[in-house]
């Protein structure tokens, strides 16, 4: 069941216990309406991705209450610090290299060394950004796959049932999800357009933000999959009763899987050991968005 309570002081504060107990609630902003999550909580940030259905674990996009809250993130060279004064609060996002002391789940950025940084200008996800005081990952609150959703019933139309609330605070102003630019270094790039106009070069194609299909972590070392144990010289990642060097879940949860799989994987390429094995993942639910990181890990390299 799904509650829906209208933007107000006891709406948030039901929202914000939510989310400290680890659970995604769908807030508006001035771009569409959000799912929220405490971004520094890999648990909850993996319940985004089962609410969703998200087809793979592509960097999120998270919010900040203000420039001073995400510089301690994120590095802002003078270009970023620039573009943040002009259009922050606002629906601008900008992909940053990642603070090495930075509290940020690696979910949220797929295992890139960098983040996805925004301050929101609406008014339900800024009181809900001080009542949690918390960075919160925020991807669209709809269905993977589906139409972004601009208003409470859209929010309702793919996700009732799966998420504990939804704060209405009536339609999106602005109806189309943020302009990302990475300012990450040398020209300014253009991930995503969005409402935002910004004199930025197009993407290389590479991943690195929210919205461009697919994302790239992959360890240095060969990869293989559905391992039911290791292999001379192979690092094995456990999974249900195949155990290894890590075990995603012991028990099988694929939630507790999401929230490990990138730190299991950091570790395991830092190992002594020449390669990874990973052992098999049910593909089904959240399991389809976690083998389909592990295939993308695993291709050949191009």
């Known amino acids: ?88 609060p606002g629906p601008l996002t900008l992909v940053v290299p990642l603070r090495a002391n930075a509290v940020i789940a690696s979910i949220v950025t797929a295992g890139l060394p960098t983040i996805a940084l925004r301050v929101p200008a609406h008014r339900a996800m800024q009181a809900l950004l001080r009542a949690t005081g918390r960075p919160l990952a925020g991807p669209s609150a709809n269905a993977s796959g589906t139409i972004s959703p601009t208003r409470a019933e859209h929010v309702l139309r793919s996700l009732a049932g799966k998420i504990a609330l939804v704060v209405d605070d009536g339609p999106s ?49 060969p990869l293989r999959l559905n391992a039911e144990a290791a292999e001379p010289g192979e690092y094995l990642i456990g999974f249900d009763e195949v155990g290894g060097y890590d075990n995603l879940s012991p028990s099988g949860d694929l939630i507790e899987t999401a929230a490990k799989l990138f730190e299991a994987l950091h570790r395991a390429d830092a190992s002594p050991y020449a390669r990874i094995a990973v052992a098999p993942i049910p593909d089904e639910g959240l399991g389809a968005a976690i083998n389909d990181r592990l295939r993308r890990a695993a291709a050949p390299r191009s």
């Open 173 to 221: 102003v602005r109806g189309i999800e943020s302009t990302i630019v990475a300012a990450t270094g040398g020209p300014l790039r253009l991930l995503r357009p969005g409402p935002i106009e910004v004199d930025a070069a197009p993407s290389s194609g590479a991943i690195e933000a929210p919205g461009q299909l697919a994302s790239h972590y992959a360890p240095s070392k």
């Open 1 to 88: 069941m799904t509650e829906v309570l209208p933007f107000t002081e006891e709406a948030i504060a039901a929202a914000a216990a939510l989310i400290r107990a680890g659970q995604p609630v769908a807030v508006p902003t001035e771009t569409v309406y959000g799912l929220a999550a405490d971004a520094t909580n890999a648990e909850a940030v993996a319940r985004i991705y089962a609410a969703k259905g998200r087809p793979s674990f592509n960097p999120l996009i998270v919010h900040v209450p203000d420039l001073q809250t995400a510089t301690r993130i994120g590095e802002f060279d003078e270009q970023a610090t620039a573009l943040a004064r002009a259009h922050w």
